[in-house]
């Protein structure tokens, strides 16, 4: 169990035994509705969310004349297309603040300094290091919740659920919550109520819920409790 409160010799910040949850909320999620923190982090917990833009970048992109094919489920971001991407996530950041209220810190990844290695063949795109930027502690160590889009120096474009997944693993979270307009991991017309990594690898999945999944394995195989909507994913 994780909250940042003082310092220590790896972090520059100990921990207490105050519950940690990494949410992930998705950009189509927030096209439609409104995120509530508290449906998916308990009273008294620390929290970080990691916010996508999907619906809105994409939106963006199309008004520029601006083509962003998808690989395996993530976006491919040409030079052109970065600082549209970066003011979509700027605008949907400013928003999910409001939605959060008065704790909410709103961050551009890069900015922060969240660093990536750039993944071949995606243009500016990265995949985010496990590292955490001393000002990120810093915030956690208050009742701030920092709401993060992700971005890392470059600046690279960083798929949302990769982000949030890393970044629960580095923050040693103890909960990561992916939320999503879907209920749920959906197998045969039905939310699976939970999957094992054995079980992930023996279905037939395309689209944005592979690297989801993968993401959520990341954080799985840590010891972290995971949940994609109301499918219960472990390792």
Request: aromatic residues 4%; glycine residues 12%; proline residues 6%.
């Amino acid at each position: 169990m994780c909250a940042i409160t003082t310092k220590d010799k790896a972090s520059g910040y100990s921990t207490s035994t105050v519950a940690f949850t990494v949410v992930k909320c998705g950009g189509a999620f927030l096209a439609g509705a409104l995120f509530e923190l508290g449906r998916y982090v308990p009273d008294g917990s620390g929290a970080c969310v990691v916010h996508g833009a999907g619906a809105r970048i994409t939106a963006a992109l199309a008004d520029a004349g601006i083509d962003a094919p998808f690989i395996a489920g993530r976006r491919v971001t040409t030079e052109d297309a970065l600082p549209v991407v970066r003011e979509a996530y700027r605008v949907e950041n400013r928003e999910l603040c409001r939605q959060i209220g008065p704790r909410a810190v709103g961050l551009m990844g890069d900015d922060l300094g969240l660093v990536a290695e750039p993944i071949p063949g995606y243009g500016r795109v990265g995949m985010l290091l496990p590292t955490v930027p001393p000002a990120l502690w810093g915030l956690l160590a208050t009742d701030a919740v920092p709401v993060i889009a992700p971005l890392a120096r470059g600046p690279l474009n960083v798929n949302a659920d990769d982000a949030a997944a890393v970044l629960a693993v580095a923050l040693f979270a103890d909960r990561l919550v992916f939320v999503s307009d879907v209920p749920g991991v959906i197998v045969d017309g039905e939310v699976v109520p939970a999957l094992t990594e054995a079980d992930i690898s023996s279905l037939e999945l395309s689209g944005g819920i592979v690297p989801k999944l993968q993401a959520a394995l990341v954080a799985a195989r840590e010891g972290i409790a995971v949940a994609v909507g109301r499918t219960a994913v472990s390792a």
